[in-house]
């Protein structure tokens, strides 16, 4: 992010650079900082995001990993930039699924399953009929509110 993109008019938000710092100072620079950056290979790079976690040991999401590898190429873009290595061992290392290791929401992974079981006829038992099962099935997968769902046509 230097002076080259404000020229082009790329305008880059304080929170945008301070979470791309936070990335180099959490993950890449504990594990790179005593490489040598013409040998970091694609390989290497890639088996480090598989295994990477936080500091507490939990698992980090795809989306984490995704932003932290595009920190990494934005080191090797500038690297390159300055004629320092001669390519960016990122390209070609496939992103990562963004789904959220952890997904939000009120209600607890075990009260949905016991509020939504495999079977029909455990849903009927639950919700009452197979209409309210339905309905309840489309709050549940899109997050639709009582209003729209009754709108639908």
């Not at 934005?74 to 990562?96: A, C, Q, R």
């Not at 290791?101 to 016991?114: E, T």
């Not at 919700?127 to 009754?150: H, I, K, Q, Y």
């Amino acid at each position: 992010m230097g002076e080259s993109d404000e020229k082009k008019g790329h305008h880059f938000i304080d929170k945008y650079l301070f979470d791309r710092q936070g990335y180099l100072d959490n993950y890449v620079v504990p594990e790179f900082e005593h490489c040598i950056p013409q040998q970091i290979e694609r390989r290497e790079i890639d088996d480090w995001l598989l295994d990477l976690r936080k500091k507490d040991g939990t698992e980090l999401s795809g989306s984490i990993k995704n932003k932290i590898l595009y920190t990494l190429s934005l080191v090797f873009e500038e690297l390159m930039d300055l004629k320092i290595v001669t390519e960016n061992p990122v390209v070609g290392i496939k992103s990562y699924d963004k789904s959220p290791v952890s997904p939000r929401g009120a209600i607890d992974r075990n009260s949905l399953a016991k509020l939504y079981p495999i079977t029909h006829g455990a849903m009927v038992h639950i919700w009452g009929a197979s209409m309210w099962v339905a309905m309840m099935l489309v709050f549940n997968d899109t997050g639709s509110r009582p209003g729209e769902v009754r709108a639908l046509r």
